[in-house]
Antibody, heavy 121, light 110 residues
Framework: EVQLLESGGGLVQPGGSLRLSCAASGFSFSTYDMSWVRQAPGKGLEWVSV????????YDADAVKGRFTISRDNSKNTLYLQMNSLRLEDTAVYFC??????????????WGQGTLVTVSS | QSALTQPPSVSGSPGQSVTISCTGT?????????VSWYQQPPGTAPKLMIY???NRPSGVPDRFSGSKSGNTASLTISGLQAEDEADYYC??????????FGGGTKLTVL
């Protein structure tokens, strides 16, 4: 059974940093792309970043480019999102997801339950 | 990258069919057959319902079907059931090597 468990969310001041983690199990982690998708309170889904199975390719949404960094440790079956220079508008639930390759459109076949990041002074 | 356009809400009675549209551009929905659909009941994580325009993951009822014409993709739910009440989102890969979601559609089962 595929399981994805996010952690690391919390309250942070504007300009601060936070690192999210996503522990994966139930599938061959290193052979799958992985994504972060966020959802602001009461709003829709917004794609954040995707990383290839080896970690050699990464793509980011314009809204987070230069501030957020997606990475992975395949020896630990864990996905990360380093978030720097956080803004009020980054407040959201952050979901990690097991992702199909770009040739299939990066659809997310399994989602974690999400972790809440609140940026506030 | 602008969000794909979905109607804010749709509704239908049990047993009826409803269709949710998802309009993009020739750089996303119209360019590739890489559109997916997700269901999100309140307070839960999204669930994949359709991928690559028309394909259903195992376990998704065949009441759910997807299609595409030009720059518009559609999700049709036939034989509507109370448990189908949820928010639905479309998503598409883009020519800019990004992913874009629709704004979401709230389905109400009357």
């Amino acid at each position: 059974e595929v399981q994805l468990l996010e952690s690391g969310g919390g309250l942070v001041q504007p300009g601060g940093s936070l690192r999210l983690s996503c522990a994966a199990s139930g599938f061959s982690f290193s052979t799958y792309d992985m994504s972060w998708v966020r959802q602001a309170p009461g709003k829709g889904l917004e794609w954040v970043s995707v990383i290839s199975g080896t970690g050699s390719s990464r793509y980011d949404a314009d809204a987070v480019k230069g501030r957020f960094t997606i990475s992975r440790d395949n020896s630990k079956n864990t996905l990360y999102l380093q978030m720097n220079s956080l803004r009020l508008e980054d407040t959201a639930v952050y979901f990690c997801g097991k992702t199909a390759p770009y040739s299939s459109g990066w659809y997310v076949s399994y989602w974690g339950q999400g972790t809440l990041v609140t940026v506030s002074s | 990258q602008s969000a794909l356009t979905q109607p804010p809400s749709v509704s239908g009675s049990p047993g009826q069919s409803v269709t949710i549209s998802c309009t993009g551009t020739s750089s996303d929905v119209g360019y590739y057959n890489r559109v997916s659909w997700y269901q999100q009941p309140p307070g839960t994580a999204p669930k994949l319902m359709i991928y690559e325009v028309t394909n259903r993951p195992s376990g998704v009822p065949d009441r759910f079907s997807g299609s595409k014409s030009g720059n518009t993709a559609s999700l049709t739910i036939s034989g509507l059931q109370a448990e189908d009440e949820a928010d639905y989102y479309c998503s598409s890969y883009t020519s800019s090597t990004t992913l874009v979601f629709g704004g979401g559609t709230k389905l109400t089962v009357l």
